[in-house]
């Protein structure tokens, strides 16, 4: 199985910062690495899919890079409503694994 | 828009037996593949389950291979996850989620809110 390792675990930031979450995976995943947030009694929400290419209506201050086995996350201009928690996806092959989650939270 | 509601979580004594309900609308169901995902208390999201759009093939995380089972009705639009010898780590949020293609891709592209399992005596 390909392990997922998320870091930092949490994260303090304000409102306007930009902040990057990094996400490594055991082997190569290639390009298929998907972030989803995730808020208190909320269902998670899919933001991007490999690795760079943002869901619908999700704000262009989310973006996505990397390959292989190094990815990142990164908001600009973070806004109230980003504070959440972020689970990055490989979906290169079954089973499919989630890393271990970062809580982003208000400074 | 797309809809996926989970039921059919209850609170059950170990050993003992669940089936959690998967009702879709606002799309095509018989062209997309279904996830069951769960996030135990205090915990980050696990992968469970999945179904083809057909429902020819079913994929089971190790933990659960076994005792679950997964299923589709197409004419109703329904998916179902079968639970049998309850664990209490299986005590979780069960979330249904849509599948971006047939099954075969495993990327999650929309979440249905969940339904709450507890496995406890």
């Known amino acids: 199985d390909t392990q997922m390792t998320q870091s930092p675990s949490s994260l303090s930031a304000s409102v306007g910062d930009r902040v990057t979450i990094t996400c490594r995976a055991s082997?190569?995943?290639?390009?298929?690495l998907a972030w989803h947030q995730k808020k208190p009694e909320k269902a998670p929400k899919s933001l991007i899919y490999?690795?760079?290419a943002l869901q619908n209506g999700v704000p262009s201050r989310f973006s996505g890079s990397g390959s292989g086995t190094d990815f990142t996350l990164t908001i600009s201009n973070l806004q109230p409503e980003d504070f959440a928690t972020y689970y990055c996806?490989?979906?290169?092959?079954?089973?499919?694994?989630f890393g271990q989650g970062t809580r982003l939270e208000i400074k | 828009q797309v809809q996926l509601v989970a039921s059919g979580g209850d609170v059950v004594q170990p050993g003992t037996s669940l089936r959690l309900s998967c009702a879709a609308s606002?799309?095509?169901?018989?062209?997309?593949?279904i996830h069951w995902v769960r996030q135990a208390p205090g915990k980050g999201l696990e992968w469970v389950a999945t179904?083809?759009?057909?429902?020819?093939?079913?994929k089971y995380a190790d933990s659960v291979r076994g005792r679950f089972t997964i299923s589709r009705d197409n004419s109703n639009n329904m998916v179902y996850l079968q639970m049998n010898g309850l664990r209490g780590e299986d005590t979780a949020i069960y979330y249904c989620?849509?599948?971006w293609g047939r099954g075969d891709s495993g990327y999650i592209e929309y979440w249905g809110q969940g339904t709450l399992v507890i496995a406890s005596s």
């Open positions: 996806q490989q979906y290169a092959s079954y089973p499919q694994t």
């Open positions: 082997q190569d995943i290639s390009k298929w």
């Open positions: 490999a690795t760079s």
């Open positions: 606002g799309f095509t169901f018989t062209n997309y593949g």
């Open positions: 179904i083809w759009y057909d429902g020819s093939i079913e």
């Open positions: 989620a849509r599948d």
